[in-house]
């Protein structure tokens, strides 16, 4: 595969593209299909949009600006991947007490809602079960290819966006 064939803009708003198919995704999976995400989907929900919303950034800009909003880019990918990674261990090695967070009906009769309100936005349901599967690979499976792919196209376009203005 040629990764020359396309400019390093054109990269950077495919990975944008890439990840806001992947937020939909995730969206369709929690309110169509109903499955729960955990707290560790959440934080890699996070680490996708900050993705996405970097390569959108680095879409427009060229030269040192592409670059290093490259750089960037495989940051944020690369602690997506590290929690996509940390999950998918879990899932093939779950702990014996399973401690990832309470129901949303559970916070709100428990808790005054302003406490109730942050917890939400932590997640539910067990970060060791796996709810749904495609070709033997998990969310978190699936989650930690596309997170380090984007990392990977994250540093090429650095490298290229770099090499191309000093040449």
């Not at 994250?154 to 040449?167: C, D, F, I």
Request: with cysteine.
């Amino acid at each position: 595969m040629n990764l020359n064939a396309m400019s390093p803009p054109r990269w950077m708003l495919l990975i944008a593209l890439s990840g806001m198919g992947m937020l939909a995704f995730g969206l369709y999976l929690q309110h169509v299909v109903g499955l729960n995400p955990c707290p560790m989907c959440i934080v890699q929900r996070y680490a996708l949009i900050v993705v996405a919303l970097l390569a959108l950034i680095g879409w427009r800009l060229r030269g040192w600006g592409l670059a290093a909003t490259g750089v960037l880019l495989a940051l944020s990918a690369g602690f997506g991947a590290f929690t996509a990674a940390r999950q998918s261990w879990l899932q093939w090695y779950p702990p014996e007490v399973v401690n990832c967070g309470r129901d949303f009906y559970g916070m709100v009769e428990n808790f005054p809602i302003n406490r109730a309100i942050p917890m939400i936005f932590k997640g539910s349901g067990d970060c060791s079960k796996i709810d749904w599967t495609f070709l033997g690979g998990s969310i978190a499976n699936w989650s930690f290819v596309c997170f380090v792919l984007f990392g990977l196209l994250g540093l090429w376009v650095a490298r290229r966006s770099r090499s191309v203005q000093t040449a």
